[in-house]
Nanobody, 125 residues
Framework: QVQLVESGGGLVQAGGSLRLSCAAS????????MGWFRQAPEKEREFVAA????????YYADSVKGRFTISRDNAKNTVYLQMNSLKPEDTAVYYC??????????????????WGQGTQVTVSS
Protein backbone atom coordinates (compact mmCIF):
# COMPACT_ATOMS: atom_id res chain seq x y z
CA GLN A 1 0.00 0.00 0.00
CA VAL A 2 1.06 3.55 -0.73
CA GLN A 3 -0.34 6.57 1.05
CA LEU A 4 0.08 10.02 -0.42
CA VAL A 5 -0.46 13.34 1.34
CA GLU A 6 -0.42 16.61 -0.59
CA SER A 7 0.26 20.01 0.93
CA GLY A 8 1.17 23.53 -0.10
CA GLY A 9 -2.02 24.69 -1.77
CA GLY A 10 -3.63 28.02 -1.06
CA LEU A 11 -4.84 31.33 -2.43
CA VAL A 12 -2.46 33.35 -4.58
CA GLN A 13 -2.77 36.28 -6.96
CA ALA A 14 -2.23 35.84 -10.68
CA GLY A 15 1.47 35.89 -11.47
CA GLY A 16 2.38 34.42 -8.10
CA SER A 17 3.96 31.11 -7.15
CA LEU A 18 3.22 28.09 -5.02
CA ARG A 19 5.08 24.87 -4.33
CA LEU A 20 3.07 21.73 -3.77
CA SER A 21 4.50 18.74 -1.94
CA CYS A 22 3.36 15.14 -1.94
CA ALA A 23 4.74 12.94 0.83
CA ALA A 24 4.55 9.19 0.26
CA SER A 25 4.61 6.38 2.76
CA UNK A 26 6.21 3.04 2.17
CA UNK A 27 9.57 1.82 0.94
CA UNK A 28 8.65 1.59 -2.73
CA UNK A 29 8.54 5.32 -3.51
CA UNK A 30 11.83 5.32 -5.41
CA UNK A 31 10.54 2.47 -7.60
CA UNK A 32 7.50 4.38 -8.80
CA UNK A 33 6.94 7.10 -11.35
CA MET A 34 4.82 9.93 -9.98
CA GLY A 35 2.43 12.44 -11.45
CA TRP A 36 0.40 15.52 -10.70
CA PHE A 37 -3.15 15.97 -11.94
CA ARG A 38 -5.76 18.63 -11.31
CA GLN A 39 -9.51 18.89 -11.36
CA ALA A 40 -11.47 22.11 -11.66
CA PRO A 41 -15.18 22.31 -10.74
CA GLU A 42 -17.38 20.49 -13.24
CA LYS A 43 -14.37 19.38 -15.25
CA GLU A 44 -12.61 16.07 -15.61
CA ARG A 45 -9.31 15.36 -13.91
CA GLU A 46 -6.47 16.40 -16.21
CA PHE A 47 -2.81 15.61 -16.42
CA VAL A 48 -0.35 18.29 -15.29
CA ALA A 49 3.12 16.76 -14.97
CA ALA A 50 4.91 13.46 -14.46
CA UNK A 51 8.34 12.30 -13.40
CA UNK A 52 10.09 8.97 -13.78
CA UNK A 53 11.22 6.99 -10.76
CA UNK A 54 14.80 8.22 -11.16
CA UNK A 55 13.77 11.81 -11.74
CA UNK A 56 15.70 11.99 -15.00
CA UNK A 57 12.60 12.10 -17.20
CA UNK A 58 9.77 14.59 -16.88
CA TYR A 59 6.75 15.48 -18.98
CA TYR A 60 4.32 18.38 -18.86
CA ALA A 61 0.95 19.34 -20.18
CA ASP A 62 1.21 22.08 -22.78
CA SER A 63 -0.84 24.40 -20.58
CA VAL A 64 1.82 24.43 -17.84
CA LYS A 65 5.02 23.91 -19.80
CA GLY A 66 7.59 26.57 -18.94
CA ARG A 67 5.71 27.62 -15.78
CA PHE A 68 5.57 24.45 -13.66
CA THR A 69 8.42 22.18 -12.61
CA ILE A 70 8.07 18.69 -11.18
CA SER A 71 10.85 17.20 -9.09
CA ARG A 72 11.37 14.49 -6.51
CA ASP A 73 13.56 13.68 -3.55
CA ASN A 74 13.68 9.93 -3.15
CA ALA A 75 15.52 10.22 0.16
CA LYS A 76 12.52 12.12 1.54
CA ASN A 77 9.84 10.11 -0.29
CA THR A 78 8.48 13.39 -1.65
CA VAL A 79 7.53 14.77 -5.03
CA TYR A 80 7.14 18.50 -5.64
CA LEU A 81 5.36 20.76 -8.09
CA GLN A 82 6.78 24.25 -8.33
CA MET A 83 4.18 26.51 -9.93
CA ASN A 84 5.21 29.93 -11.21
CA SER A 85 3.38 32.62 -13.18
CA LEU A 86 0.08 31.24 -11.96
CA LYS A 87 -3.08 32.06 -13.89
CA PRO A 88 -6.74 32.02 -12.81
CA GLU A 89 -7.27 29.01 -15.08
CA ASP A 90 -4.82 27.05 -12.90
CA THR A 91 -7.43 27.08 -10.14
CA ALA A 92 -8.25 23.48 -9.24
CA VAL A 93 -7.76 20.73 -6.71
CA TYR A 94 -4.34 19.24 -7.33
CA TYR A 95 -3.72 15.54 -6.79
CA CYS A 96 -0.54 13.53 -6.81
CA UNK A 97 -0.57 9.98 -8.04
CA UNK A 98 1.76 7.02 -7.81
CA UNK A 99 2.07 4.94 -10.92
CA UNK A 100 1.61 1.20 -10.87
CA UNK A 101 2.95 -1.21 -13.46
CA UNK A 102 5.58 1.11 -14.92
CA UNK A 103 8.59 3.25 -14.06
CA UNK A 104 8.46 5.88 -16.80
CA UNK A 105 6.33 8.97 -17.15
CA UNK A 106 2.66 8.47 -17.93
CA UNK A 107 -0.09 10.96 -18.73
CA UNK A 108 -3.18 8.79 -18.33
CA UNK A 109 -4.85 8.80 -14.92
CA UNK A 110 -5.60 5.09 -15.31
CA UNK A 111 -1.83 4.43 -15.05
CA UNK A 112 -1.86 5.61 -11.45
CA UNK A 113 -3.12 3.31 -8.76
CA UNK A 114 -2.69 5.47 -5.68
CA TRP A 115 -3.89 9.01 -5.10
CA GLY A 116 -3.68 11.63 -2.40
CA GLN A 117 -6.64 13.54 -1.02
CA GLY A 118 -5.85 16.66 -3.02
CA THR A 119 -4.92 20.23 -2.18
CA GLN A 120 -6.85 23.30 -3.33
CA VAL A 121 -5.08 25.93 -5.43
CA THR A 122 -6.98 29.15 -6.07
CA VAL A 123 -5.55 31.88 -8.28
CA SER A 124 -7.28 35.24 -8.15
CA SER A 125 -7.23 37.69 -11.03
Amino acid sequence: QVQLVESGGGLVQAGGSLRLSCAASGRTFSNRAMGWFRQAPEKEREFVAAISRSGFSTYYADSVKGRFTISRDNAKNTVYLQMNSLKPEDTAVYYCGSRVGGVGVAIGSSEYGYWGQGTQVTVSS
